[in-house]
């Protein structure tokens, strides 16, 4: 019968009990819910620890009619759709997601994490690393491989982004811009020719001129969140765009050798009326600022972008006339995921530092890691932690189902900074001293964090972002 | 004969090497203890990869004996490093020393050698948790190849290309040997620097072939697959004692001599 299509099925996980309890759906009216259910292939002799995400919505007027049937551990799932895949850790991940683990966080560990810290402290950009990251292909990571790129999906891109910024978050932004916010609009909006010329010399490193890296332009001084209101305008002369403007606060513009830029080509349409355009940044006219004096991620420069009567030819337009905005919005989801994935990096890096320095530091006759306000914290970090990286990964995992994960990576980012953040502070906090000063890298992501809730939408667009998600969700149903 | 030279590489699952093991009911637990491939493993699959580079090899093949699900980790890895195709010889049993032991490991690589006809098998010198070293040299033994232990460095030989020019590192000094395929070689620390897996790399890795077989299939060939060594009994090493500070070099060179007895 009807009611018994709507039993729902979940094991009680403590960890997510918080979430799901029964009395809360108990004689609710219209919800939409996670489902949680077992997955049939993966065969663990514990089935608490697996979880399928998949959305339903239940009509109003089923719900209102169910009483106890709601609740019942053996009930079938009324609808098994999405990701079917369920990795709770990194252990039950797919071979080919677990050796880009191991690979990027021996990498961090070799390369990055020994290094962090001076190249923090010099503002250095640490060119000979990133050179071996993309020797390794990860700055092309989700690029095809007709375009010298590796072809990997999005909770592998999630996955490397926070082993690699648990290493060094510098490297990690630097990857992070110049993956989801310069490739992926124009290997997603851009026709063969602008992939060949923007794309494959900076999906791979093997093109004998060395490093190539890209950059984003939407933020401007006069707006970063409402992003609609660009100023940068775009007139068409001839068969070239002349571009003026200013960017501001752009990832590695020190770097870069060509930029995505964002401008209006009719004020009048508002956001309907921006543009994407493929720069290069060797164009006469086009000027770099000054390297901004950072708080964290000091190692990347962030600089605005100058644009003086800048022209570019005419099929450097990326996508359509008008769809700008649009573009920007597509490519800032998923460069959510990879923001994410940074702060998820920073994060476990305290938790790694906290947690070694509690088991060592003694103090009142024993080691701090067996006092209670030091396990209290340790453990605050890592449900934190671990559920922002599961939120992450449910994006990625959304987004490589070619499912909607707009409210997923708002949600992911917003978790994940957030959990930095947090993670971050009690860090210190149970350093003490030796967590204010350099030698312990505690300070260091302490500085890192904090950028991680304000770009790539802040934490307060990000909210808007999922109420927006969510009501239009309960507006349908209604 | 080096264009087509085959390199047969042993690469063995075992426990990190960061890894602090834990000694329960006088074995060591390995339950939920993160496990990867033996360094020195990784440095002999290095060392057949930049072969097969260099034209040295034009083909490498991985084996692999271990349990089901590990083993073909373990082999991916070295698949992604470079190597073309794999054998994974599956096994539930413990294979480090416990249960699976070195003259086993040996009898398996020669039933292996005589099947593909590598003309070099490179191996690890040892496993970091058996810490044997025995394979490499049990398995020249069998097949009554020439052999080189603790290779440091390594190149075509001057006589020709049937014959490989090593660096081999002793307690007492490094030897320079010139030796005769084919022949068997294990690989010690300052060989190479093993690379990291490209993207690309991983990816082809999952392409790959990986020959699967079960352990029983060699018994049934033959094979002893019995340990003849049975461990009595496992402790930890004596937990690191605290030091003393000396007032001089007099009282430090009295120590050395009368205490210590190293001078």
Redesign the interface.
Known sequence: HRHQKLLLYWHSIDFFHYFFRSDIYYKASHLSRVEIHQHNSVHIKNPILEITMSLQTISRRLLSRSTATLVSKKSKPLVTTMATRSYLSHSQLP??H???Y??CR??ADNELSPNAGEWDKKHEFPTDAVTKLA????MG?NVS?DFGG???DAL?YAIAMEEISRGCASVGVIMSAHNSLYLYPIDTWGTDAQKEQFVEPYATCAHGDGLKVGCFGLSEPGNGSDAGAASTTATLDGDEWVLNGTKAWITNAHEASAAVVFATTDKDLKHKGISAFIVPMDAEGFSLGAKEDKLGIRASSTANLIMDQVRIPKDYLLGEQGQGFKIAMQTLDGGRIGVAGQALGIASASIDVAAKYALEREAFGKPIAQLQSIQNKLSAMAVARDSARLLTWRAAMLKDNKERFVREAAMAKLAASEAATMCAHQAIQVLGGMGYVSDMPAERHYRDARITEIYEGTSEIQHLVIAGDLFKEYKQAS | IFQKMKILVGVKRVVDYAVRVRVANNTIDLSNIKMSLNPFCEIAVEQAVRMKESKMASEVIAVNIGPAKGGTETLRTALAMGCDRGIHITTEQRTDFLEVQPRTVSQIFKSLVDEEEPSLVLLGKQGIDSDCGQVGPMLAGLLNWPQVTFAASLEQGDDGDSTLKLDRETDSGTEQLQVQLPSVVTCDLRLNEPRYATLPNIMKAKKKKVDVRDISTFGDAGVDLEPHLQVLEITEPPSRQAGIVVQDVDELVSKLKDEAKVI
């Open positions: 071979e080919e677990k050796m880009i191991d690979m021996s990498f020797e390794l292909g990860m990571i491989s590796s072809e990997m592998s």
